[in-house]
Each structure stands twice: as structure tokens, then as C-alpha cells.
């Protein structure tokens, strides 16, 4: 009965990987548009459809990532969850200061639940980035 | 010749290196301190601690930015390896935490002072104003946590391993410098809106 090939660790720059940076990138271009354009607004209130819009984009984009992401093979998926799970802490922290500050405006109704979507969504998206960009230089074996 | 030619053809670098925290845990009180001072401003909603908060962050924030990008970069940028992978090695970590701490302190206490004067107010002839400000936040928040944030996280796990790999090195290093250098660039946005508002 012939042996199972030995694993053999891959150099990481040779891999291909893909586009999880640009793709996170562009979701948080949505984010951003989302907030400074609802923000602007403050303490008024915006017009819904255009931010609805956004927050769309950026939640497609990030399920596309994620759908990316889950296909790499092999991948140092420990590595991963333990630069993301820091990182989403971190973030958590920062999203629940700019949520207070909005609470505290007296932000109220669509428009926060918009903005606090839009939130979830950068607190989601950072550790994403971060733990890729660490996790896609880990040694792993083919 | 190339970062990659001077760490040799196997890409690794050689030598003792010091161990280090990618996070310094140290630092994280005085970040405590400074975030639950920017809260009790906004909850107090009171002028100095607001104006000292957004003006100690920015003034922080923009500097740092500007240093690491036009001063500091191209020096690092000019280094061998090895003396790239020790400085590295005490300067990103601090980074790591100072950043994000001075940019949530100018943030969370502006938006409060734009609240404050108006400045939110469509119909203030400084809206346009502040509008750009958040455009230029914006920008400098995408480039920030995509593309710097992670490469700054990145080499330090690199220079963690046995033996780091001197091209994913210079390779994340490179992009830290030519970020830090493009929101150096957009710092001077921020300067000219800035003073534009209070004048």
C-alpha cells in the first residue's frame, strides 16, 4: 500500500490569495460614504435610500470576503481567529465610543439603526483585514 | 539593490533578535486613561476638556503622520535589513497603540465641538467645511485600516517566527511606509480645514 505524501510547507509570497484587502477596502469606502453622509446630516435627519444603499454594498461586499475566505485552502486559520478576535475586541471598544457619541446626540429611530449597522459592519471588517494580512504570511503545509 | 536581494536569496533574516509584545500591554492604561478621558468630556459635554481632547489627538495624530511619512520612512526606507527588522521591532508596537488612540481621542471629541458650533448644521456656512474633513477622515481611515493597520500587525508576527522571511518584511514594510506617507499627504488637507474653521 503506497504511504500518503509527506506534507510539504508552501513559502507564503508564493502563493496566490485572493482579493480580501481590496475587497474589505472597498466595503469600508461604503462604510465611510454610508456614515459621513448620514453624519452630515446630524442632528437632522438624512434621506434613507442612499445610505440604505451603501449599507448594502458594504454588507455584499463582506459576505463576498467572507465566501473568499472560507475557500483558501490550507489557510493558518488559528492564527486567523487569534489576530481577528484581539482586533474585534479593539474595534469593539472604538464602534461603542462613536455609537455612545451618536446616543448621546440624541440619534434616534432608522437612522440609528442605519449608523449602527454601518458600525457592525466596520467592527466586522477590520479584524477581517487585519487577521488576512497576518494569517496569508503563515507557513502552512500543501 | 532590493530589499529581497539584500536579505539573500533564502529571504531570511539572520541574527538575535530582542523578544517583544506586538501589543505592549504596558501601554494599555495610559490608552484606558485617554479614552475614558474623551468620554467624560462628551459626557459632560464641556467646551476645554472637548477642544483639549481633539486638539492633543489631532495635533498628535497629524504630527506623527506627517514624521513617519516625509522624515521617518524614506530614512527606514534607505536602512539595511537588519537595522529595519530592530527598528521595526520597538517602533511598531508603540504604533500600534498610540494611532489608533490619538485618532479615536480627535474624532469622537470633533464631531462633539462641530455639534457644539453648528458646524453640523447644513445650513452653516461652514458645513461645506466639515464635510471635507470627514471626506478626508474618510480616505484616511480606508487606506489606515486596510492597508497600514494590517501591515503593521503583519511584520510583527513575521519578526516573532524562528526565522522571519526578509521579503514579507520588506514587502509590509514598504506598504507601511507608502501609506504612512500618503496619509502624511492627506494630513496637510486636514491642516488647511482645520484652520480654515477657526478662522
Known amino acids: 500500500m503506497a504511504s500518503a505524501p509527506a506534507a510539504v510547507p508552501v513559502r507564503p509570497l508564493e502563493r496566490r490569495m485572493p482579493p480580501v484587502t481590496e475587497i474589505g477596502a472597498a466595503s469600508m469606502v461604503a462604510i465611510a460614504a454610508g456614515v459621513i453622509y448620514m453624519a452630515s446630516y446630524l442632528p437632522k435627519r438624512a434621506p434613507l435610500g442612499?445610505?440604505?444603499?451603501?449599507?448594502?454594498?458594504?454588507?455584499?461586499?463582506?459576505?463576498?470576503?467572507?465566501?473568499?475566505l472560507s475557500r483558501i485552502r490550507p489557510f493558518a486559520w488559528n492564527r486567523f481567529?487569534?489576530?481577528?478576535?484581539?482586533?474585534?475586541?479593539?474595534?469593539?471598544?472604538?464602534?461603542?465610543?462613536?455609537?455612545?457619541?451618536?446616543l448621546f446626540d440624541h440619534t434616534r429611530g432608522a437612522q440609528l439603526a442605519l449608523l449602527t449597522a454601518m458600525l457592525a459592519l466596520f467592527m466586522l471588517n477590520v479584524p477581517v483585514l487585519v487577521a488576512f494580512t497576518v494569517a496569508r504570511y503563515q507557513a502552512v503545509d500543501q | 539593490m532590493t530589499a529581497a536581494a539584500e536579505a539573500g536569496t533564502a529571504g531570511r533574516v539572520e541574527g538575535e533578535r530582542p523578544r517583544f509584545q506586538v501589543i505592549?500591554?504596558?501601554?494599555?492604561?495610559?490608552?484606558?486613561?485617554?479614552?475614558?478621558?474623551?468620554?467624560?468630556?462628551?459626557?459632560?459635554?464641556e467646551r476645554w476638556g472637548l477642544v483639549f481632547c481633539h486638539v492633543v489627538g489631532g495635533g498628535l495624530w497629524t504630527a506623527?503622520?506627517?514624521?513617519?511619512?516625509?522624515?521617518?520612512?524614506?530614512?527606514?526606507?534607505?536602512?539595511?535589513?537588519?537595522a529595519r527588522v530592530e527598528f521595526s521591532i520597538r517602533f511598531m508596537?508603540?504604533?500600534?497603540?498610540?494611532?489608533?488612540?490619538?485618532?479615536t481621542m480627535t474624532l469622537a471629541a470633533g464631531f462633539q465641538l462641530a455639534r457644539q458650533d453648528g458646524f453640523l448644521d447644513t445650513s452653516h456656512p461652514n458645513h461645506a467645511w466639515v464635510v471635507a474633513s470627514m471626506c478626508v477622515v474618510g480616505v484616511m481611515a480606508v487606506i489606515a485600516l486596510a492597508y497600514l493597520e494590517p501591515a503593521n500587525i503583519a511584520?510583527?508576527?513575521?519578526?516573532?517566527?524562528?526565522?522571519?522571511?526578509?521579503?514579507?518584511?520588506?514587502?509590509?514594510?514598504?506598504?507601511?511606509?507608502y501609506t504612512a506617507g500618503i496619509t502624511g499627504a492627506m494630513q496637510i488637507a486636514t491642516l488647511i480645514i482645520m484652520t480654515r474653521l477657526v478662522s
Open chain 2, 64 to 82: 506623527i503622520d506627517l514624521f513617519v511619512g516625509f522624515v521617518v520612512g524614506p530614512i527606514v526606507g534607505r536602512l539595511s535589513i537588519p
Open chain 1, 81 to 102: 481567529f487569534q489576530v481577528a478576535g484581539w482586533t474585534l475586541l479593539a474595534y469593539a471598544v472604538i464602534a461603542g465610543m462613536i455609537e455612545y457619541a451618536f
Open chain 2, 24 to 45: 505592549p500591554v504596558r501601554g494599555l492604561p495610559f490608552v484606558a486613561l485617554a479614552l475614558i478621558g474623551v468620554v467624560v468630556a462628551i459626557a459632560r459635554d
Open chain 2, 155 to 177: 511584520v510583527l508576527f513575521e519578526l516573532r517566527k524562528p526565522e522571519p522571511d526578509g521579503e514579507v518584511i520588506a514587502r509590509l514594510m514598504r506598504r507601511f511606509m
Open chain 1, 50 to 68: 442612499v445610505a440604505i444603499a451603501l449599507l448594502a454594498v458594504a454588507a455584499g461586499l463582506q459576505v463576498v470576503n467572507w465566501v473568499l
Open chain 2, 93 to 103: 508596537p508603540k504604533m500600534a497603540l498610540i494611532i489608533p488612540t490619538v485618532v
